[in-house]
């Protein structure tokens, strides 16, 4: 499956801005969490979409990264990024 073809079946696709909560509690959080369980238990492309934002924001700093993706919230790609060095 090419690119085109995953996100032309992303259940995001039709709500965007549901799944760009902004700020971390109260309502906001309540939608990031509704996104996040709609990501894993909903979307048949929830694998795809969670490579491809993880290699895309690869070595991203925290505050480029933004939105719900794959499932996961900015910190938690944050956590998964490959490029990330731990302090020993
Ligand atoms: S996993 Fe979530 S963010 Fe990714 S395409 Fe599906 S609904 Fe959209």
């Known amino acids: 499956m090419n690119t085109s073809d995953w ?3 992303a259940i995001c696709a039709d709500e965007p801005d549901f ?3 902004v700020g971390n509690s109260g309502p906001a ?4 969490d509704l996104a996040k369980w709609i990501c894993n238990a909903r ?9 491809d934002v993880l ?3 690869a070595g991203w700093p925290m ?3 933004h939105g ?3 499932g996961l919230s900015p910190s938690e790609r944050l956590a998964l990024d490959p490029t990330r060095t731990t302090a020993a």
């Open 7 to 9: 996100k032309a079946k």
């Open 43 to 51: 979307c048949y492309v929830r694998a795809q979409c969670r490579e």
């Open 63 to 65: 505050d480029r990264r």
């Open 19 to 21: 799944w760009y909560p």
């Open 29 to 32: 959080k309540a939608d990031a």
């Open 55 to 57: 290699q895309t924001e």
């Open 68 to 70: 719900i993706a794959g």
